[in-house]
Structure formats: C-alpha cells, structure tokens
C-alpha cells in the first residue's frame, strides 16, 4: 500500500550489488552504505522493509535469485520481471490484474474504478485514504511495466515483452505447478503478453543460452526450467523431498 513495485530502488540494487550476494549483504547496502541515496536513516528502514516484502532479497529464494540472473543477461526486461515478481508476492497487486486485464487497448482507467475493484476483493478491509493510496500505486506499477501509459490519465497500453521477461513469468508459474500449454495459457503468460504466440517464440529463442530446455511440435509442448532450479529444489518438485 505504501510504495509501487519500487523500480528504480531494485534497478539500483541490481546494478550495484554482486549476483551472488546473500540478504544479508543486501541490508547492509541499504542500511549501513545506503546505496539507495536515502535522506535518513528511517528512510533506508522503510525501503528495505519494502524491498523484502516484493522481492525478499535472498538468493535462496528462486524466484529472486532467477530474477538476478536474467536481469543480469537483460537488463531492459527489468520492469516486466520486476513487476511479475511483484504479482507473485503482493495480494492487492495481484488481485488488480483482473481489472487490467479486461481493459481493451487505448481504454482509460480511472483511480476511481481500481479502488472499487480492490474493494470489490478486498471488502472493509482499507480505509478510503488507504484504497487511494494503494490504486495509485497499483497504476504507478502497471504503468511503469507498460500496462497502462499516461501520467494523470491512465490509458490501457500493451507491454513489449523480451525473451527475457517471458522466460521469468513462464518460470514464475513454473513454480506454481503449471505446465505444457496450461501454462502458456495461465494468467502469467497474459501479464507479459496477450498472444500465446509470442512466449511461444520467446521460449524457443531462449532455449539458446540454455534458460530453459523447450520441446514444441506433434501435439506436444514441454518446458523445462531444471537449470534455473538448485538441486534441493529439483528434487522437492520431484517430490523426493
């Protein structure tokens, strides 16, 4: 409710701080170093508490630590990838995207019909000054992963996702349990891109700096992302855990 999905402090984060730096060197970058040019103290407090609760900051987490590696490789799918991590961790932010998603390009989307859509999933739960608080920010974070377009009037608009950023939501809902077209067609492919079509020929282009391993053809489609996956995690999908 208190910030947007806080892109330039996670574009900082991962500019300057090593790939394989542990949460704890990620807090003492905000705290101690304040990396993030905070004014005060209090200040670099709060970032860094919102900083975990979207991204958590631990490579231990798959779900960052893939984030890390193909921002890494691609830093101009940031925004998208940032804002699926966002999606993955943040109910409010999550439940938005239904309205977003029934938006037709070029429609306008006032504040107004976004807090009535939260309060639509989340009923009494925020205040009037809180529902508006956290649509703007909702919309900021659409907006900066292009979503939406425009400053005070908000207009639907169509990401351009790279392969990239179709590879993190694929993997995102690759942890979710989804597979073969089910998750081409899941919710997560629809965040970065409206055509099935596009993940489709992004998976296969990554395919080549060995992201994922992608088999399309005879009525078959499979999608691997083991490489992604430390060896305890392949084997709690495995269910040998």
């Known amino acids: 409710m208190a910030r947007s999905m806080m892109l330039p402090e996670i574009s900082i984060l991962t500019e300057v701080i090593p790939l394989e730096a542990t949460q704890h060197e990620y807090r003492n970058a905000i705290l101690a170093d304040n990396v993030l040019g905070k004014p005060t103290y209090t200040s670099r407090g ?10 958590e900051l631990d490579p231990n987490l798959a779900l960052f630590r893939v ?28 439940h938005s995207f239904g309205l977003i998603d029934q938006l037709k390009p070029g429609e306008p989307l006032r504040r107004e019909r976004m807090e009535e859509y939260l309060e639509e999933g989340f009923p009494g739960r ?4 809180m529902k508006k ?29 790279r392969e990239a950023a179709s590879t993190y939501a694929m993997f995102a809902g690759y942890l979710r349990g989804l597979r073969g077209e089910i998750l081409i067609q899941s919710v997560f492919g629809r965040l970065v891109a409206p055509d ?14 060995g992201w994922l ?22 084997e709690a999908f495995r269910g040998t855990h």
């Open 133 to 161: 608080s956290l649509a703007q920010n909702v919309n900021a974070t659409w907006t900066e992963s292009g979503h939406l377009t425009g400053r005070s009037r908000k207009v639907r608009a169509l990401p351009q996702p």
């Open 196 to 209: 099935p079509s596009v993940i489709i020929a992004h998976l296969s282009t990554a395919t080549t700096p």
């Open 213 to 234: 391993r992608f088999r399309h053809g005879g009525g078959v489609l499979e999608i691997d992302f083991s490489a992604f996956l430390t060896r305890q995690e392949q």
């Open 126 to 129: 925020f205040s009037a000054a």
């Open 46 to 55: 709060k970032s860094l508490r919102h900083l975990l609760q979207l991204y």
């Open 67 to 94: 984030l890390r590696k193909l921002t890494a490789e691609d830093r101009a799918s940031l925004p998208l990838i940032a804002m699926t991590c966002t999606f993955c961790r943040d109910a409010q932010f999550r």
